[in-house]
């Protein structure tokens, strides 16, 4: 697909770089499933975004869902992005919605693993582009629920503070190794953690090694 092919918000930045994708990956990437490609006119039952265009990769996701049964029935996505995130979020795309849809249940419960597992595997320090899609859902998941007045069923991401003056969780330390921070002074780097209350660091460390092994082996 050439450059004048490419839908606008798709930006290979990475695209230098194919040899190190699958056959699977490329294919995503270059054919893109489930692309949104007019949001004009598109009635979604819920939409989700994470990141921002200042700092880096955006993400949006929409869905629609049968009431009835709770089964996603269509996924549209639009991102700024590597070649890694368009092919995983294509491909989670496809997940949701092959053998009649995944429940809402179930596609909360999708990993950034089981869609690296589809895709074939990501180059290592591209892991961290499969994580937007499966937050963005997440998103578009809680927002469903709260069109549908459904609060109860609302799932808000929260982590478990570690440097207890900063506020920093568990949470930002695992994005942290997800994109590639394997130190303590790489994870402090981007989180600060640490510099507001230092008595966290021995934790921190243990974190990072456990993220370290389970995202990385």
Same mark, same amino acid.
């Given at each position: 697909?050439?450059? #004048?092919?490419?839908?606008?918000? %798709?930006?290979?930045?990475? #695209?230098?770089?194919? $040899?190190?994708?699958?056959?699977?990956?490329?294919?995503?990437?270059?054919?893109? +499933?489930?692309?949104?490609?007019?949001?004009?006119?598109?009635?979604?039952?819920?939409?989700?975004?994470? $990141?921002?265009?200042?700092?880096? &990769?955006?993400?949006?996701?929409? %869905?629609?869902?049968?009431? +009835?049964?709770?089964?996603?029935?269509?996924?549209?996505?639009?991102?700024?992005?590597?070649?890694?995130?368009?092919?995983?979020? #294509?491909?989670?795309?496809? *997940?949701?919605?092959? =053998?009649?849809?995944?429940?809402? &249940? /179930?596609?909360? =419960?999708?990993?950034?693993?089981?869609? *690296?597992?589809?895709?074939?595997?990501?180059?290592?320090?591209?892991?961290?582009? #499969?994580?937007?899609?499966?937050?963005?859902?997440?998103?578009?998941?809680?927002?469903?629920?709260?069109?549908? $007045?459904?609060?109860?069923?609302?799932?808000?991401? +929260?982590?478990?503070?570690?440097?207890?003056?900063?506020?920093?969780?568990?949470?930002?330390?695992?994005?942290?190794?997800?994109? $590639?921070? &394997?130190?303590?002074?790489?994870?402090? =780097?981007?989180?600060?953690?640490?510099?507001?209350?230092?008595?966290?660091?021995?934790?921190?460390? /243990?974190? %990072?090694?456990?993220?370290?092994?389970?995202?990385?082996?």
């Amino acid at each position: 697909m050439n450059q #004048s092919q490419k839908p606008l918000d %798709i930006t290979a930045r990475q #695209s230098g770089q194919s $040899g190190f994708y699958s056959d699977v990956v490329k294919e995503h990437f270059f054919h893109p +499933q489930n692309f949104m490609e007019n949001e004009e006119g598109y009635e979604a039952d819920g939409m989700g975004m994470v $990141g921002s265009p200042a700092c880096g &990769d955006v993400m949006r996701v929409w %869905i629609k869902v049968d009431p +009835q049964t709770s089964r996603i029935t269509d996924c549209k996505w639009k991102t700024f992005g590597c070649a890694s995130a368009i092919a995983s979020t #294509s491909m989670m795309s496809v *997940m949701l919605t092959e =053998n009649g849809g995944m429940t809402l &249940d /179930q596609a909360r =419960n999708i990993k950034p693993q089981d869609i *690296m597992e589809r895709l074939g595997g990501l180059p290592v320090r591209k892991i961290h582009c #499969s994580v937007l899609g499966d937050k963005a859902l997440r998103m578009a998941i809680n927002d469903y629920y709260r069109r549908q $007045g459904e609060i109860d069923k609302i799932e808000i991401e +929260q982590g478990r503070v570690i440097d207890k003056v900063l506020k920093i969780t568990d949470h930002d330390i695992e994005e942290a190794v997800l994109e $590639g921070a &394997d130190t303590l002074e790489k994870v402090q =780097n981007k989180t600060k953690v640490g510099t507001g209350d230092p008595s966290c660091i021995p934790e921190v460390e /243990q974190l %990072i090694r456990f993220y370290k092994e389970k995202y990385f082996g």
